[in-house]
């Protein structure tokens, strides 16, 4: 419910997935990244909600390619350095 400063349910992360097949791979992706994260030693739950998608609408033009229009924002991709592997097929 946050991302760097700003607080609320806007701010919340989310995966929304079009069909069972996508919902089952992002919650797989979750859980396998879940896993990476404690064997780094940083354990804390992902709260990313996962769930099917709902109408799309395009959101206000300010709001698109936001990094972008605002290089110096605080709202960098700086991560947490914990890597993201798939598992193997």
């Not at 760097?4 to 349910?9: F, N």
């Not at 996508?22 to 990476?36: C, D, G, N, P, V």
């Not at 609408?57 to 592997?85: M, T, W």
Request: one cysteine or more.
């Amino acid at each position: 419910m946050r991302q760097g400063s700003d607080v609320g349910t806007q701010y919340r992360s989310a995966i929304y997935a079009i069909g069972d097949w996508q919902l089952e791979l992002a919650e797989q992706s979750k859980a396998t990244y879940h896993r990476a994260l404690a064997d780094a030693g940083r354990g804390e739950p992902i709260t990313t909600e996962v769930e099917p998608a709902p109408e799309f609408f395009y959101a206000e033009d300010y709001h698109q390619q936001y990094l972008a229009k605002n290089p110096d924002s605080y709202c960098g991709i700086g991560g947490c350095g914990v890597s993201y592997r798939p598992p193997a097929q």
